[in-house]
């Protein structure tokens, strides 16, 4: 579909040759017209829609454009809209909307709609329960396989997945899943009963959305049953909502690595004041423990005055510390969070990382040693440095590798232990140990 | 499900009683019951396995206990798994293990599983080719509803999704797809080429794996076909290998922006020299760079022993414009990543990091004044190290922000211009910055 057309036929007002463009495009294709469009524009488009389609095409446009929308839209129109969205988009449509349109959409939602939407407002941001959805097809034990086709038959279409069906019983209470591929090979007089796995993966309403992911990953799933504390079937999570969290959780971890506090606010509508102060806190937090790293300086004046060449390498010892500590504490971060290294692997790493950096350091530190002495002259200069450079690569590896592990075990976020904080704390522990080798030696 | 009573069970030779335990379980979890036994017990659980849960269990085994097995188990055995396997399975089975055992393994395979696989180990590791599989349900146009689901039926049991059909003609070229949903939904004489749909989503089989998963995230797909050249259907690509996609290229990413060359091999059973070997490139250069950092000082060193305070200051400096330039590159990269920022937004993200950095120096600038009047009751020292920082922080803003769009113009991988190297660069920029006014104002 060219971009083009669309607008040359809203502006040209071929009202029927856009309807008919419309009928066969994509929900997802069509959203992102929408950013191509005025306002004007934007409601003509969307009031072109075919009806069936168009709550499918509101639930991917940007906030802005949504909000736009509501506001030209009238009642009745809106009140289509709503019931016509699935759940969990309209949950999570609310949640980004100010207060007033908020009000005026839940009063053009059914009262069943508006019922269940508050409900599932209730659940916090990051459990199971805030990315599911209450769409789901459910089943009894004693119907038969054909009974089950013809529910799904008259309930599926408006359900998020029809391919994996929940079977409860009379209080609603998960006994079992059957996919449609195990009714499809079954026979039409089966009890549903006899054919449905009991064993059940499911979810807690407050189980946190991460550990949900890390479900969907390791065994492949496309959906899974969200259950209360009384095993009462309340909802699904499917494989789509899971790769967005999956999306948002790598990209927490990115900020949080760098030093950012994290945000879901998309980068190019956010506001210089908003974002500013993400970064603030921890910049002024590490420049603090900066400027205690220039007192350890202060405190070696008199080596550094005897010996004016020694400044001349902690540039070179400071960024390749803070460099071999953040390599490390990359991978033991990742490592966690992908669930590959836990923390009763603490000691094989420690292990693992005293070998590495060794090797790393010496490499390192030999480079430094041949090429002072050629500059220099001095062999004695030349071998506190390379030392020095040995023995802080060493120390940046333990620093990087274990405090991430430390930071698990207190039951903190791991990813706070990256390459800002542990290129603080090393170069801090380099400067000490180059200067105390350096008054050792010279 | 215990880990206790499977080993006790294999202990105490109860076969009869392992057969049941094993009966209902996940093959997720059977697979992960591997890693606590050793060698002899993993063939005595293996060959207790129902016969048609074998190969699955086999594939989420790690490579080392696929190995083991493979030279516990006879010929027809073997056979029996290989042909059994999904094919993207049996190719990533064959990927990893030694030539020997590749040799043994095809030789078991039927002729037909053998073709196809040969066939798949041709694409390119990061090709759409490479993650497909070639087992899908494909349909004729000219047959009814009805006619669909028998075949369904018939072929569904080994494919690995049924719930999207690949409608074809009868040189294979992909016409259309149509889901189960929309099968159900049908009528039993209606024909499949009236109700399938013809806007189809597909890839080609050299189109990068990453850009299938922005496909696939973008269009909340759970299957996408991929066609070579001619437009035949060659095989399909399913969600839950997307998924591993989107997190191997993450912890690549990861990996790149920590200054280590990304590899695949799980860090506990990697040997040190290679871990070493994938650091030490990248140690090496910002080492190298960190030196010429340091020739920066001795440039100036007539500037420092006029005047010692200066060098207390330079971590401080040095720390807060690396952070600083790491947290905006690392959201540009970041949001380049996820299809959120383009090449295009250049100038709007210069302008906003220039605002931010300005709004940030100015916090963290004053900070510094005050700080160094108080302590050195110097105020030209103090303003001389505000200021400083002030350009420092605005400099490394814009280093941070411009160098991954500069990667991504000259098609290079943008997640390079990360952290490491921007704080190599910033350092240099920020010391020559700080001299220079230093010898200015004092």
Not at 193 to 206: F, I, P, Q, R, Y
Not at 230 to 249: A, F, K, P, S
Not at 363 to 388: C, E, H, Q, T
Request: net charge negative; charged share 20%; aromatic share 6%.
């Amino acid at each position: 579909m060219e971009t083009v057309s669309i607008i040359q036929l809203i502006e040209s007002k071929q009202h029927k040759e856009l309807k008919e463009h419309l009928a066969d495009a994509n929900a997802f294709d069509l959203a992102e017209e929408f950013e191509n469009l005025n306002r004007e524009q934007q409601a003509i488009l969307f009031r072109s829609l075919p009806k069936d389609a168009a709550a499918n095409v509101f639930s991917h446009l940007p906030a802005e454009t949504k909000e736009n929308l509501i506001g030209l839209l009238t009642d009745p129109e809106l009140s289509h809209i709503v019931n016509d969205l699935f759940l969990d988009d309209a949950v999570d449509f609310i949640e980004e909307m100010p207060a007033n349109v908020v009000k005026r959409v839940l009063k053009n939602a059914s009262e069943d709609t508006r019922k269940q939407i508050n409900q599932l407002l209730q659940y916090h941001e990051d459990s199971a329960g805030s990315i599911m959805t209450t769409e789901y097809v459910d089943l009894r034990e004693e119907m038969t396989v054909e009974e089950a086709f013809a529910r799904i038959r008259r309930v599926g279409m408006d359900k998020e997945t029809i391919y994996t069906c929940y079977v409860v019983d009379g209080k609603r209470v998960l006994d079992g899943v059957v996919t449609v591929r195990t009714l499809l090979l079954a026979n039409a007089a089966d009890r549903v009963g006899d054919v449905m796995s009991t064993n059940v993966l499911c979810a807690a309403t407050g189980d946190d959305r991460e550990a949900v992911a890390a479900i969907f990953q390791k065994y492949d799933l496309i959906a899974l049953p969200v259950v209360d504390t009384g095993g009462h079937l309340v909802g699904i999570i499917t494989v789509d909502d899971v790769m967005e969290v999956l999306e948002e959780e790598n990209t927490e971890d990115f900020y949080k690595m760098a030093a950012i506090e994290p945000s879901d606010d998309p980068y190019l509508t956010s506001g210089v004041l908003e974002i500013a102060k993400k970064r603030i806190f921890w910049l002024l937090v590490l420049m603090i423990s900066g400027i205690c790293t220039g007192g350890i300086i202060t405190h070696y004046e008199e080596v550094l005055q005897n010996l004016p060449a020694l400044i001349a390498s902690i540039p070179m010892l400071m960024d390749t510390g803070g460099n071999a500590g953040a390599q490390s504490s990359t991978v033991i971060i990742r490592g966690m969070a992908i669930g590959e290294l836990h923390l009763s692997d603490g000691l094989r790493i420690l292990w693992k990382e005293l070998r590495v950096s060794a090797l790393v350091g010496i490499v390192l530190g030999m480079f430094n040693v041949a090429y002072k002495w050629l500059v220099s002259g001095d062999p004695r200069l030349a071998v506190a440095i390379g030392v020095s450079l040995f023995t802080t690569v060493i120390l940046a590896k333990t620093i990087g590798s274990m405090l991430p592990l430390l930071a698990k075990w207190l039951k903190a976020d791991p990813a706070l232990m990256a390459a800002p904080i542990i290129t603080t704390l090393v170069d801090a522990g380099g400067l000490i140990v180059y200067f105390s080798i350096a008054s050792l030696i010279l």
